[in-house]
């Protein structure tokens, strides 16, 4: 999520992004804004498997 956009991202340009952490320090990086239908794979597990206990 980005907060505090100054303007509307235009696909295919690279805009400067601060990533701020927990303990205030803070570093810019340089993004390129790609197309909102590009999602990243959900969350899940994909495809392998996990064998809990003995």
Do not use: N
């Not at 696909?11 to 303990?23: A, H, Y």
């Not at 390129?32 to 899940?44: D, E, I, T």
């Amino acid at each position: 999520m980005l907060i505090g956009l100054k303007r509307q991202l235009v696909e295919g340009e690279t805009v400067p992004v601060t990533l701020t952490f927990r303990d205030a320090a803070k570093i810019e990086v340089q993004a390129k804004v790609g197309s909102a239908a590009v999602r990243a794979p959900a969350g899940g597990h994909g495809g392998h498997r996990h064998r809990h206990g003995s």
